[in-house]
């Protein structure tokens, strides 16, 4: 009993066989990108979750030297991600607890992602005492890891979640000297309606 009696005399309510939810949230490590989610909880216990995070920046690479240029990589883009969400002690409350939340759950999902990223190099050369920059692109559509942890709850038709999660993968690409590493930590703070 993660959320429940353990802590309160609460009165706990039956579990409703469907919920549907969509938020918008926001990731707060990297300050970037907003974070959509669509989630579909069956019987208050298992169900899919579908995220969005567009424009989000996976790696940042530092200046590195080759053939007398300096040059950095960037790898950005949109990462769309499919998720099992397993509830842990999802619980509905009545009114007369005097609560915000009429429920709250403690979560897990594990999931896969698949991204739209492009790769941007920047080279740097010095030529007659004048810096020249140039930026090349590259195409990347990896397939990467996903794990997150969180609360979940909400009253009437307003939804809120608070997560940490996980995304991990590799790169590989022609502009890169080597496979990279894709490995982000999130926190992400979402609102949004379901029913």
Known sequence: MLLGAGL????????????????????????QSPVYDLNLLFFDSQGLRFELLPQYQLYQGDLYSKDG??????IVGDVSSLSWFKAWDFRRYSTRDNLPLSFLTAYTTLGVSQ????????????????????????TLSPTQG???????????FA??????????????????????????????LALGVGF
Request: proline residues 2%.
């Open 146 to 156: 996903l794990v997150q942890m969180g609360l979940y709850g909400g009253d009437s």
């Open 69 to 74: 240029e300096l040059r950095a990589n960037r």
């Open 115 to 138: 991204s739209s990223l492009t790769l941007t190099q920047n080279r740097y050369k010095a030529v007659g005492g004048v810096l020249e920059s140039t930026e090349v692109t590259e």
């Open 159 to 188: 939804v809120v979640d608070l997560r940490l999660g996980y995304l991990f993968g590799q790169a590989k690409a022609k502009l890169l000297e080597k496979k990279v590493l894709l490995s982000n930590w999130s926190l992400v």
């Open 8 to 31: 309160f005399p609460l009165r706990v309510q039956a579990a409703q066989p469907v919920h549907l939810s969509a938020t918008l949230g926001a990731e707060g490590l990297q300050g």
